[in-house]
């Protein structure tokens, strides 16, 4: 595992088309139990190099109820997000991950990580990449409705929204997902020892 990590920290594959140059960020350990799949490292997380360091990591640990300690602490949570690399900023907001890092990287680091017992799909870019051939929600093509219907995702899959700051307008639009999600998301983790 730590050979894989050297080799993922020093990716270089699209360099020439990061803004801010490479600076793969990830957290794994052949120990942990949960998996955070998210979309990419933001600035501030590039700059620091810690994952989820920043406004919507909090809202994150809010949600899971976990403290930093427990968060960043590898031979319990791996932190594997679809795009290690910031990828700029877009439109309306960052870029999307890049498309290399996932197929590249991710089924060497899940093969090493043997004791994963829930994956959290966050956003559409991960739940895209991992629900895709689920057949329990392959009826749902928005997050919306993916999210909606969590319930029926298999035992070691859970999406959720991405929590940034930006995703307000969702969260209002949407109260369902405090009142029902979250306490299913709650109830998922309560069943694993993290």
């Known amino acids: 595992m730590d050979q894989l990590l050297d080799q993922i920290r020093s990716c270089n594959i699209c360099e020439k088309e990061l ?3 490479p600076r793969p960020v ?5 120990k942990s139990k949960l998996l955070i799949i998210g979309q990419a490292p933001g600035s ?5 190099g810690i994952p989820w360091d ?10 899971l109820r976990l403290d930093k300690e427990t968060f960043y602490d590898a031979n319990k ?6 795009g290690f690399c910031y990828p700029g900023k877009g439109r309306s907001g ?16 899940l093969n090493e990580m043997p004791s994963i017992q829930l994956t959290l799909l966050i956003g ?8 895709k051939e689920v057949k329990a929600l392959a009826g749902y093509k928005t997050l919306t409705e993916r999210i909606k219907n969590a319930d029926k995702a298999p035992d070691h899959f859970f999406p959720l929204p991405h929590p940034s700051p930006r995703n307000q307008i969702w969260l209002k639009k949407n109260p369902w997902f405090e009142k029902e999600t979250l306490p299913l998301l709650h109830s998922r983790l309560a069943t694993h020892k993290f």
């Open 94 to 109: 960052d870029n999307p991950p890049r498309p290399e890092c996932a197929p590249t990287w991710h089924e060497r680091l």
């Open 26 to 30: 990830v957290q794994a350990s052949a």
């Open 77 to 82: 949570i791996a932190i594997v997000p679809m």
């Open 44 to 48: 501030r997380v590039h700059k620091s």
């Open 124 to 131: 559409q870019y991960a739940q895209r990449y991992y629900l």
């Open 19 to 21: 803004p801010l140059g």
């Open 54 to 63: 920043d406004p919507s990591g909090d809202r994150l640990r809010e949600w």
